[in-house]
């Protein structure tokens, strides 16, 4: 048993030696350009992102609004109309999103949806002097 703790023992002192090791040459030369960069260079596939978030979410709430619709029609007294009629606007909504996000962008950029997401994600310029 003693054996056995003593090789967990040395195998964390190595995988911390190790981790060590590689962290001091991986981020010796950041500034806060490269970090800004980067976090520009992740948010280029950000409405990709919500665009399908917003499709799974469009059409799972639709299913949901059929679904309560058809608890209405068996069962009136007990499940409103209401309830799927605004789940199936909601599912609508978001269906719609996608396509009203990329109008907008469009219509910021004259139609150009890239530069459009350059111009919202760009950094700020400082004028030098």
Do not use: C, W
Request: charged fraction near 10%; glycine fraction near 14%; proline fraction near 5%.
């Amino acid at each position: 048993m003693d054996n056995y703790k003593r090789t967990h023992k040395l195998a964390a002192a190595m995988t911390a030696g190790m981790l060590m090791g590689e962290s001091t040459s991986a981020h010796a030369n950041t500034t806060f350009s490269t970090i800004f960069d980067n976090i520009v260079g992740s948010m280029a596939s950000m409405p990709s992102l919500i665009s399908t978030v917003a499709y799974i979410g469009g059409i799972g709430l639709g299913v949901a609004g059929v679904f309560k619709l058809k608890q209405h029609v068996d069962n009136p007294g007990q499940t409103p109309m209401k309830d799927g009629l605004v789940r199936l606007g909601a599912g609508g909504g978001l269906l719609a999103l996608p396509f009203v996000t990329s109008a907008m962008m469009g219509s910021i950029s004259n139609g150009n949806t890239n530069q459009a997401a350059e111009t919202l994600f760009a950094p700020p310029q400082v004028n030098g002097g």
